[in-house]
């Protein structure tokens, strides 16, 4: 299932190699703002949320931002039945940041 949303992105992490045991590992993770569950009484607030965004190479696309930005991300929602993960599909940055990083180049 797949969905968009205006969010908040607070930071990526590429990371990329081959753990001891030969597992090859080649992801991008990003943090995304996500609003605490203050239904208890017992949090208020933010915290960071992270998703895998693909192989490590989509870092590259948004490293030259300024974090935090806004942006459209889609999400897509998968389950293998007993578990659901949510991965991003695209992140599209609002259009102030975008032109904002076009004026610096």
Do not use: C, W
């Not at 991008?28 to 605490?36: A, M």
């Not at 490293?63 to 930005?69: A, D, G, R, T, Y």
Request: proline share 2%; no cysteine; glycine share 8%.
């Amino acid at each position: 299932m797949r969905f968009k949303s205006q969010v908040k992105i607070l930071g990526m992490k590429s990371s990329k190699g081959q753990l001891e045991n030969g597992t090859v590992y080649d992801f991008t993770r990003v943090f995304i703002e996500t609003e605490l569950d203050a239904a208890t009484g017992k949090a208020k607030g933010f915290s960071a949320e992270d998703y895998k965004y693909g192989n490590s190479d989509n870092f590259g696309s948004f490293k030259h931002l300024e974090f935090p930005f806004f942006a459209e991300v889609e999400f897509d929602l998968v389950t293998s039945g007993s578990k659901s993960v949510t991965n991003i599909v695209s992140i599209t940055p609002s259009a102030r940041v975008a032109g904002a990083v076009l004026a610096q180049k």
